[in-house]
Nanobody
Framework: VQLQASGGGLVQPGGSLRLSCTAS????????MSWYRQAPGKQRERVAT???????SYADSVKGRFTISRDNAKNTVYLQMNSLKPEDTAVYYC??????????WGQGTLVTVSS
């Protein structure tokens, strides 16, 4: 399975971005997916997870600001990010949830929140 994240960029504090992650493979609709991020000098952390049944969970740091969703017809998972803060600056990736053996991580997509 190959994962391609996109949609990152430079945004001012308080702004919004929507990230997309498209997965190859026919089992996408039956698979929970997560978004992760890695800030410079820090470990990668889970940001949000969506189950195959569209149940969602979020890290406390993004709860109420970020929304994860999925379009199984497009093999794509999204991360809508609102009220962005400088501390949200990171490379964002999608992959399986933390308790699964991950696919290849790929390059991710860089989000920079700065004025």
């Amino acid at each position: 399975v190959q994962l391609q994240a996109s949609g990152g960029g430079l945004v001012q504090p308080g702004g919004s971005l929507r990230l997309s992650c498209t997965a190859s493979g026919s089992i996408f609709s039956a698979t929970a997916m997560s978004w992760y991020r890695q800030a410079p000098g820090k470990q990668r952390e889970r940001v949000a997870t969506i189950s195959s049944g569209r149940s969602t969970s979020y890290a406390d740091s993004v709860k109420g600001r970020f929304t994860i969703s999925r379009d199984n017809a497009k093999n794509t998972v999204y991360l809508q990010m609102n009220s962005l803060k400088p501390e949200d600056t990171a490379v964002y990736y999608c992959n399986l949830p933390p308790n699964y053996r991950p696919y290849y991580w790929g390059q991710g997509t860089l989000v920079t929140v700065s004025s």
